[in-house]
């Protein structure tokens, strides 16, 4: 090898030299803030789990505000923001959440929930204000309804899933697609806490005095010391 080409040969390695060090120093510096970033999320699932509420919420806040665009920070903020009855502003963290992973039944699941919990809300303040008990139709959010309906199609096994849908078309007096969502419950997993009380008050409304007795005999097989 002459000269010409040894020099060649050593500008060439150290080009390929110096682009792996930029990149090993691109990742361990990426690696960095994604763990900056977790710490963040680690604490407000810490503190939510503890039922610290606010201080989940703060923790929370600074996750999505270092790194929005990943889904479950936005999620557990939502999730947050509605056990603190701040249904608006978790909406909107929620829909961010299922607008980048919308085949996540949880996200699904729970955007529908808020959405749910923040009509009926409005429809027991309004109903303080007026002096009226309104119809219970009035607090289901179609939208809500919608999104738990998505839920259930996403993961058929959802059952927290399955009886919020029931206890919504109830309030719609839409018993028979009640009855499906808590019959399904009840077959995926017969020991499901209530599971049996909710279909004996079903069954009297439908007027089945016999299976709504039944359900009642089924539950307290199940949960003696509740009956």
């Known amino acids: 090898m002459n000269n010409k080409s040894t020099v060649l040969y050593r500008r060439l390695f150290l080009k390929q030299l110096l682009n792996r060090l930029f990149l090993a120093g691109s990742l361990l510096f990426c690696g960095n803030i994604l763990l900056a970033e977790s710490i963040h999320y680690l604490e407000a699932k810490k503190k939510f789990d503890k039922g610290e509420y606010l201080l989940a919420m703060l923790a929370a806040q600074r996750a999505v505000k ?78 809500g309804l919608k999104v738990l309906e998505k839920t259930v199609e996403l993961d058929s096994n959802h059952l927290e899933a399955r009886i919020r849908l029931g206890k919504a078309y109830t309030d719609q007096n839409r018993f028979d697609e009640t009855l499906v969502q808590f019959k399904t419950v009840a077959q995926k997993a017969p020991r499901y806490p209530q599971i049996h009380s909710y279909l004996a008050i079903l069954y009297l409304e439908l007027g089945m005095a016999i299976k709504a007795i039944q359900e009642l005999t089924t539950e307290v097989k199940y949960y003696p010391d509740d009956a």
């Open 66 to 143: 270092e790194y929005g665009e990943q889904a479950s920070y936005r999620y557990l903020y939502g999730v947050i923001l509605t056990e603190l009855k701040q249904f608006s502003e978790a909406e909107i963290h929620l829909r961010k959440a299922v607008s980048l992973e919308p085949a996540n039944a949880e996200f699904q699941y729970r955007l529908g929930t808020a959405l749910l919990d923040q009509s009926q809300t409005v429809m027991k303040l309004r109903s303080i204000r007026v002096g009226l008990n309104l119809s219970r139709s009035e607090g289901i959010d179609p939208e």
